[in-house]
T-cell receptor, first 115, second 112 residues
Framework: DTAVSQTPKYLVTQMGNDKSIKCEQN?????MYWYKQDSKKFLKIMFS???????INETVPNRFSPKSPDKAHLNLHINSLELGDSAVYFC??????????????FGDGTRLSIL | SQKIEQNSEALNIQEGKTATLTCNYT??????LQWYRQDPGRGPVFLLL?????KEKRKERLKVTFDTTLKQSLFHITASQPADSATYLC???????????FGTGTSLTVIP
């Protein structure tokens, strides 16, 4: 069973389009994250939710909107896609809330390419 | 803002030797430090966690040290094997423990 699964694995689309990436975890974790990894492999946190509540919102354009329908799912919707949005987006989850430093479990990423 | 740097982007070592990777940080006082392994086309996989009040952690052939005075963590792989070839990432978090900042990564190649 895949612990953290993301769909789609690849996403190729035109500039200006709107797209969504879905993430589900079956580990029973309380906290979920979205990260962006650029072409230089630098991994940067975007958002984090704990029990469906937004707890981290880094400096991310408001074209990016996360949604957590329940604590096992965290989706990412992106409006008006731009060339600079091309990257690999990773979803992750961890157990516990604040003050634990618990390991994060990552999905295998969604490779977004903007034409 | 915090800055996290890992030693040279690429490190090549001979099989059987000990690989040592460094993670240096500035403008930050982390309470937690983690190391991850990332293979091409895959997400990072957690390896070890060390807390600010711990000097050293071991797991099988892996050893991590954490020096809050030098603001540095060292990650050692002893008796390295070609299968250890991957990119290794360090990640730091403050007291809240749920917001991790990742380093730039080091690509390790173990030569048979």
């Amino acid at each position: 069973d895949t612990a953290v699964s993301q769909t789609p694995k690849y996403l190729v689309t035109q500039m200006g389009n709107d797209k969504s990436i879905k993430c589900e975890q079956n580990l029973g974790h309380d906290t979920m994250y979205w990260y962006k990894q650029d072409s230089k492999k630098f991994l940067k946190i975007m958002f984090s939710y704990n029990n469906k509540e937004l707890i981290i919102n880094e400096t991310v354009p408001n074209r990016f909107s996360p949604k957590s329908p329940d604590k096992a799912h965290l989706n990412l919707h992106i409006n008006s896609l731009e060339l600079g949005d091309s990257a690999v987006y990773f979803c992750a989850s961890s157990q516990g809330g604040r003050g634990h430093g618990q390991p994060q479990h990552f999905g295998d990423g969604t490779r977004l390419s903007i034409l | 803002s915090q800055k996290i740097e890992q030693n040279s982007e690429a490190l090549n070592i001979q099989e059987g030797k000990t690989a040592t990777l460094t993670c240096n940080y500035t403008n930050y006082s982390p309470a937690y430090l983690q190391w991850y392994r990332q293979d091409p086309g895959r997400g990072p996989v957690f390896l070890l966690l060390i807390r600010e009040n711990e000097k050293e952690k071991r797991k099988e052939r892996l050893k991590v040290t954490f020096d809050t005075t030098l603001k540095q963590s060292l990650f050692h792989i002893t008796a390295s094997q070609p299968a250890d070839s991957a990119t290794y990432l360090c990640a730091l978090a403050g007291n809240t423990g749920n917001q991790f900042y990742f380093g730039t990564g080091t690509s390790l190649t173990v030569i048979p």
